[in-house]
């Protein structure tokens, strides 16, 4: 089985810029996440989608943050503009639900400078 | 507000030197709790859902065991690779299936 694609794998800005990261779950993975993980901490939800549909957005920055799901498979996070904080780990994750909880991809390192 | 807290946030062992982590959690109605392995450079890896206080679960030196309040993972023998970062998540049933994640433990086994 395939695992769940990301690209890139870097991506170096400078502030103010905008940058969009791809995602490709496993197919037949209604769920899909994307999550920032900050160095040293744990991951935290920006967006869950089910199928096409937003789940929860509750913690994405819609000032500058956007996400979309097409045809409910592929999938890309916007940032624009970018700022210092922005700079992290953006992963994306699938899942088809309990008990196998998600799988990951391996993820984007944005550094913003 | 469901909450996940882990300890120490880093671990040094000398390979063969059992220890355990810990995952405190704070959640309304646990569906489900989850850990995880995340090696640097890479995504977190699957390794156990737990459902219900009592319940354990073993994978090669690995034993997670779960209470009302707490979960450890008890790494048993240890061996150089099995260095990692090790993430513990909640999900619970007030929410929509997120899981909530604490800040990890970092595991270092010296040969």
């Known amino acids: 089985e395939a695992g769940v694609a990301q690209s890139p794998r870097y991506k170096i800005i400078e502030k103010r810029q905008s940058v969009a990261f791809w995602c490709n779950p496993i197919s037949g993975h209604a769920t899909l996440y994307w999550y920032q993980q900050i160095l040293g901490q744990g991951p935290k939800l920006l967006i869950q989608f089910q199928n096409n549909g937003v789940v929860d957005d509750s913690q994405l920055p819609k000032d500058r943050f956007s996400a979309e799901r097409l045809k409910g498979v592929d999938s890309t996070l916007k940032i624009q503009p970018a700022k210092l904080e922005d700079s992290a780990v953006y992963l994306c994750a699938s899942s088809s639900g309990l008990p196998y909880g998600y799988t990951f991809g391996s993820g984007t390192r944005l550094t913003v400078v | 507000e469901d909450q996940v807290t882990q300890s120490p946030e880093a671990l040094r062992l000398q390979e063969g030197e059992s220890s355990s982590l810990n995952c405190s959690y704070t959640v309304s109605g646990l569906r489900g709790l989850f850990w995880y392995r995340q090696d640097p450079g890479k995504g977190p890896e699957f390794l156990f859902t737990l459902y219900s206080a009592g319940e354990e679960k073993e994978k090669e030196r690995l034993k997670a065991t779960l209470t009302k309040k707490e979960s450890f993972l008890h790494i048993t023998a240890p061996k150089p690779e099995d260095s990692a970062t090790y993430l513990c998540?909640?999900?619970?049933?007030?929410?929509?299936?997120?899981?909530?994640f604490g800040q990890g433990t970092t595991l270092q086994v010296k040969p």
């Open positions: 998540a909640v999900q619970g049933s007030s929410n929509t299936g997120k899981l909530i």
